[in-house]
């Protein structure tokens, strides 16, 4: 069984920040790809940022500049830095992460419950 849990998501100013954190725990083997999205009031699901096993990082035309993906392999855990929020941010922001579990030789997607995240005066 592996799970994902993110957390750090409140109510924040603009122009304020947070960070977001993802754990992911479990028969976990290895963890490829892992991936922020967020889902606001109305919207569809958005890709925000991308990061690969090795490091390299993608990220939404709507945050570049101002958000930051990074993992730390060791304790199986990915964050997304939000400097300069904006009311528009406000969303739920899920966590995705591509793994291998021990028993089974493919890569499953697992999916976090999400963290909710307010920008508003």
């Known amino acids: 069984q592996v799970q994902l849990v993110e957390s750090g998501g409140r109510l924040v100013q603009p122009g304020g920040s947070l960070r977001l954190s993802c754990a992911a725990s479990g028969s976990i083997s290895s963890i490829n790809a892992m991936d922020w999205y967020r889902r606001a009031p109305g919207k569809q699901r958005e890709l925000v940022a991308t990061i690969t096993s090795n490091g390299s990082t993608n990220y939404a035309d709507s945050v570049k500049g101002r958000f930051t993906i990074s993992r730390d392999n060791v304790k199986n855990t990915m964050y997304l830095q939000m400097n300069s929020l904006k009311p528009e941010d406000t969303a739920v922001y899920y966590c995705?992460?591509?793994?291998?579990?021990?028993?089974?030789?493919?890569?499953?997607?697992?999916w976090g419950q999400g963290t909710q995240v307010t920008v508003s005066s």
């Open positions: 995705n992460a591509y793994i291998s579990i021990a028993t089974s030789p493919y890569e499953y997607s697992y």
